[in-house]
């Protein structure tokens, strides 16, 4: 923030220590797929001494993409923590994967995180799904700067990119977006692009000049000087205006020239409050340079404009009974009160743990309380209990480097806590408490998977159930109805990298077979049957009779079972008898295969032998009778339909709402949901809906957001419906 030069202050091959809170920054960083997000971490850690040569660690890997699925991949597909040191201060770097199908790992960022950084391509623009994690950051107060990347192509332009984020971002005050440096170009090459060589910074009004290969400081030349001067008049006002400083307003508009330092000092204020988000500019470092263009500009933002720990409200909390307790405060001193925020497997390690402490101080050998409450949406059963904390470190690539403690405010990685999952609370063990889970999206595209093998079927249980304690964006579901493993994701890339993960970490390996909805039939009319089960093979032999009609309920009715027999016809012992071999026969189908439904079952009458008439013999009479009624009447297949909320942007609703007729839907209603988008409400057969989280993000541009949830089963077409019977008699 005081824009001047500065040598690396970091230290290369020691992990940075912070002492109290107001040493600490957490910052995230938060962008589309491919903005430029990791390569900037990496130019930070180089720019701060933390590493000698971009991304590179000791051992060679990289800082951090360095999970081998992400190597495949060639993108980010987990939340990594990269600690650098500038100047005293410990700024934790939360780098989150761009891609929509891992933003359960954003939105973990975002909770251990103070302030965000959000990347723009120059060469890309701005993603729709980037703005709605603005509008996210914006209703929580988090404090946010924006930089722009990728200078370097051939199509990129600075002051275009700076108004489209202030068109994006600023809102009903465009002001509060502007940039706190502009660009130095220079000479035009073959393609008319000219190259960034430097920044010229509109406070200080001085030259970072990058041209030599390394960040000299230099006075703006002459024709350098009148860029500077309209945009920097423009800063100055709209620092001033979100400081809210009046009395500086109008010593400004009287002519009065205002102190650097003073402007500074209330750009940091505007900045940390979150009512002011400046626009820099970033490029990695040349080769044998030390420091990448706008890295020692963002460093100073970091550790001058964002807000520490202690200036950060804490999640509520409460005892694990419910019962209210008293805010949280990041004391060191404090009570514990810490939370997992993501969870990982070492095939050396084990289980590890990455923890943002909130209150109290965390050391390693000493026992803690795990409460895990109100994550059953996740997957996650409710649990208490105590665990004994393991080694504490900071990563740094696939290093681990000791801590000797970890305090509010500071994030740490805990190794072997065997029952914490991703969400759980740590506190003291005489004083339990449960934090606020934050919100997390659901998992809505349903794959349906099997063992490969018998020795992949002994590990599944296990591996699934420590997949999912990694992932809270992951759901496993046994259905009871078509009796399929169905694992939740959020997109396809989420199912790759999570039975990539079940292969490599866990050594299962599963294959994914069509996913099936739980489909039931009904009768579409009344009919009666006859149930006769007469036998005769030496001793006692099997003898049943009965007559029974059945009538149409209507939908979610069940199965009602009345007897009305008379005279004796059948003996009183046996009617239970019928019913039971009745509910059975309407469990396993009588036309596809599929449960039956919604039906009255009238037992009429009936014949019994004295001697041959058993239990299960009525049994089997029962199962027949009901056969015999579906094989003379027309019999409906159902289907689930789900009652759909979607939400996109105005610009969608035309689209969406014709895709969702395309799949047989009824749109039920429409309303305003915000500045710009508008909500769908439709009902949809399940069928339809197998692959709507991924088209949905298509269509929308990944902007669209959309809920399910079961509403009823009701007829399906009968051109489909005799497509489904053909296809389970082919599969019989």
């Keep these: 923030m005081s824009e001047k030069s500065s040598t690396n202050p970091g230290a290369a091959g020691r992990a940075p220590a912070a002492d109290r809170p107001t040493s600490l920054r957490n910052v995230v960083l938060v962008g589309h797929s491919g903005s430029g997000k990791t390569t900037l971490v990496e130019a930070l850690a180089l720019a701060s001494g933390a590493v000698n040569r971009a991304g590179r660690v000791e051992d060679g890997g990289c800082l951090s993409d360095y999970d081998e699925i992400e190597h495949r991949q060639q993108r980010s597909v987990q939340l990594s923590l990269v600690p650098v040191d500038w100047g005293g201060i410990k700024i934790n770097l939360l780098d989150t994967p761009g891609y929509a199908d891992f933003v359960g790992e954003l939105r973990a960022g975002l909770r251990a995180a103070d302030a965000a950084l959000f990347v723009v391509s120059a060469a890309d623009g701005v993603a729709g799904a980037t703005r709605m994690v603005w509008d996210e950051c914006a209703a929580v107060g988090m404090p946010r700067a924006l930089v722009v990347t990728h200078l370097e192509a051939a199509r990129s332009d600075f002051d275009e990119m700076t108004e489209r984020c202030r068109e994006t971002f600023g809102g ?59 945009a920097r008049n423009r800063l100055i006002e709209g620092i001033i205006a979100e400081s809210e400083d009046e009395s500086l307003m109008d010593r400004y508009l009287g002519g009065e020239e205002i102190d650097i330092k003073t ?14 988000h400046p626009v820099l500019a970033a490029a990695p470092a040349g080769d044998g340079a030390k420091q990448g263009l706008g890295t020692v500009e963002l460093l100073e933002l970091i550790t001058g404009g964002f ?15 419910g019962a209210p307790c008293e805010a949280l405060t990041c004391d060191p001193d404090g009570p ?28 390693p050998d000493e026992t803690v ?110 259905h009871p109805d078509t009796h399929q493993m169905v ?25 994914t077979v069509p996913h099936k909805v739980a489909l039931r039939e009904t009768f579409g009319e009344a009919a009666s049957g006859r149930g006769r089960h007469v036998k005769q093979s030496g001793g006692h032999g099997q003898f049943a009779i009965c007559e029974i009609t ?16 008379v005279g004796g016809a059948v003996p009183r012992q046996f009617i239970p008898s019928v019913e039971k071999g009745v509910r059975a026969q309407a469990a396993r189908g009588v036309a596809a295969g599929y449960p039956l439904v919604d039906i009255r079952v009238t037992l009429l009458d009936g014949k019994a032998h004295s001697v041959d008439s058993s239990d299960a013999a009525f049994q089997k009479s029962g199962a027949l009778a009901l056969r015999e009624a579906a094989a003379g009447a027309r019999i409906d297949l159902l289907e689930p339909v789900a009652e759909v909320t979607v939400l996109i942007p105005d610009d969608f609703v035309g689209p969406v709402m014709s895709d969702l007729s395309g799949r047989r839907g009824r749109v039920v209603g429409t309303e305003q949901s915000g500045a710009g988008r508008t909500l769908v ?52």
């Excluded at 950060?312 to 694990?320: F, K």
């Excluded at 970890?406 to 449960?434: F, M, N, Q, Y």
């Excluded at 929308?700 to 009701?714: K, Q, V």
Aim: a negative charge.
């Design 336 to 363: 514990l009160a810490a939370e997992v925020v993501k969870t990982s497997s070492d095939p050396y390690v084990g289980r590890v743990s990455l923890v943002r402490v909130f209150s109290g101080t965390l050391r």
């Design 369 to 478: 309380h795990v409460s895990g409450h109100g994550l059953e949406d996740r997957g996650h059963e409710d649990h208490d209990v105590d665990e004994r904390i393991g080694a504490l470190s900071a990563p740094f690539g696939k290093q681990q480097r000791p801590l000797s403690r970890a305090i509010a405010g500071d994030l740490a990685c805990v190794a072997k806590l065997t029952r914490a999952e991703t969400g759980d609370t740590l506190s003291d063990k005489d004083a339990p408490l449960l934090m606020e889970p934050w919100t997390m999206p659901d998992p809505l595209l349903p794959i349906a998977i099997e063992a490969h093998s018998k020795a992949d079927e002994d590990k599944l249980s296990l591996g699934l159930s420590r997949l999912v304690a990694e992932d809270p964006t992951l759901r496993l579901e046994h």
């Design 487 to 511: 694992l939740w994701c959020l997109g396809e890339a989420h199912v790759d990298v999570a039975l990539e993960r079940l292969r490599s970490r866990y050594g299962v390996q599963v294959d």
């Design 307 to 321: 807000p520490t720990p202690a200036e950060r409200e804490a999640p509520a909390v409460t005892g694990i009974d």
């Design 172 to 230: 009903e005050d465009p002001d509060a977006v502007l940039p706190l440096y502009l660009p130095l170009y220079g000479t035009p090459g073959a393609d008319g692009h000219a190259p960034v060589k430097g920044l010229i910074g509109l406070l200080s009004q001085r030259v970072f000049d990058h041209s030599s290969g390394e960040r000299v400081e230099r006075a703006p030349t002459e024709d350098e000087l009148p860029l500077i001067e309209q």
């Design 681 to 732: 409400r439709a009902e949809v057969p399940e069928i339809e809906l197998g692959r709507y989280a991924v088209d949905l993000r298509s269509l929308s541009h990944g902007t669209g957001r959309f809920t399910r949830s079961y509403a009823r089963h009701e007829p399906m077409p009968p051109q489909l419906a005799e497509k489904m019977r053909e296809e389970a008699a082919n599969g019989a």
């Design 550 to 565: 059945v009538e149409p309920l209507p939908g979610g009715s069940g199965i009602e079972f009345v007897d009305k027999v």
């Design 263 to 276: 402007l500074i000092g209330d750009l940091e204020t505007a900045v940390a409050r979150g009512t002011f």
